[in-house]
């Protein structure tokens, strides 16, 4: 670790001009440091850049069948979960 470790906090509220370049080089290079140990900030910022390139160039991001389905299957349980429990106690098809 660095000697001016900074907070994963501080490293994401500087994650916008980060990810743009708009920052001084003091301040990249401090942030570049702590992506180097800290696993949780890498994998926020390299999504959100990945994310924001996939945008920037209007690709379309086919899923696999397989996760298309689990997340399909995981959307429509949620809404049945969020149903039920909207419903309110009494009614003879929700548990409670």
Known sequence: MGT???KCKEFLS???DFLDGSLEPKMYAELQ???QWC????VVCDTTRKTIQI????EIYELPDDLRARLQNA????CRTMKAGK???GTPDTES
């Open 75 to 78: 959307i429509l349980e949620k």
């Open 4 to 6: 001016t470790a900074v």
């Open 39 to 42: 696993s949780n900030c890498y």
């Open 87 to 89: 419903a309110g106690t």
């Open 33 to 35: 440091e702590h992506l």
């Open 14 to 16: 500087e994650l916008n």
């Open 55 to 58: 945008y920037k160039e209007n």
